[in-house]
Structure formats: C-alpha cells, structure tokens
C-alpha cells in the first residue's frame, strides 16, 4: 500500500475512533457539527486502500414515509466523498458540485454503506462518483467535485470582507 494511502487518516486532531459497539475500529470527524449531529456517519480504509463508509438508520433520518429522507442520503454521500478523497486530499476541501440519482429506499434499522473512487485528482479539483448500498440493493448514486482549499481561519461574525 502506497505511504500516502496509508497516512491519510493519521495527524488529525478531529479525528475520531470508535472503540465499543458496532462500529468498533472505524473512524469519523467531529469537526463537522452537521455531519455530527445528523449521522454519526464512519469510514474505514479496507485492507486493499478503499475506503467504505457506513451508518446506522435511525428514527432521525426519516422522512414522512418512513424511509431515509433524501437529505440524509445526500449529506452522507458527500461525508463519503471527502472519505474517499482523503488520501489525496491532504487538507481542506469543499463540495463545488454535487449530482444524485435515487434507486431505492432504506429503512429505520438499515445498515446503509457508501463506497467511491476517484475518478481525475488534478492540482486543484478531485472529481469523484460512489454508489450507497444495503446489503445488495444499490439506494444511491452520486458525483461530486471537491476542490483543495487553504486553511484560513474563519472571520468573525458580522465581519464583512473588504
């Protein structure tokens, strides 16, 4: 496995492991307070160097039928993008596009899992696609473009830029 693979998750302040229950030994980010407050949503890197990610459904992730609502499933695909890009990342990111097709739906108790590849990592912009699954029923397809940011420091609020 190539050394950049293998250190993609390592010096990260905000990374978080689980160390009881079922999702023992896989990873997430606390950073994120939406991801945190409507996931938890995991990720691991498999003995190959793919990334599969995964969460629960619970009640939370519901929408009026009873299936996962739709903004779920997108909020948890684009956790897998980043995921996913993480090796080749190497730092700050964000979501410029972002495209879906929903196949099926999932319900409360579910265990819903992601997977992705990258498809081009240029200088600036990682394009990705990446499948959510339960089971063997394929739920969701999606694409997205993440570009490389450099870290800057949030402005305060109700600072305006000049």
Not at 45 to 54: F, H
């Amino acid at each position: 496995m190539h050394d950049l693979t293998k250190s993609a998750f390592l010096n990260r302040p905000d990374l978080h492991v689980a160390t009881s229950g079922e999702f023992k030994g896989w990873r997430t980010w606390s950073r994120d307070n939406f991801e945190t407050h409507n996931g938890p949503f995991w990720h691991r890197m498999e003995d190959d160097g793919r990334i599969r990610c995964a969460f629960r459904v619970e009640k939370k992730h519901l929408n009026g039928m009873r299936n996962v609502h739709g903004g779920a499933f997108m909020g948890f695909a684009d956790y897998c993008l980043f995921a996913t890009a993480a090796p080749v990342l190497q730092g700050p990111g964000v979501t410029v596009s972002f495209g879906c097709e929903f196949l099926d739906a999932a319900r409360e108790g579910e265990l819903v899992e992601g997977s992705g590849e990258i498809m081009r990592a240029g200088g600036s912009m990682i394009f990705m696609r990446g499948l959510l699954t339960s089971g063997e029923r394929p739920l969701f397809t999606f694409s997205g473009t993440i570009k490389r940011m450099k870290w800057r420091p949030p402005a305060a609020a109700g600072n305006d830029a000049a």
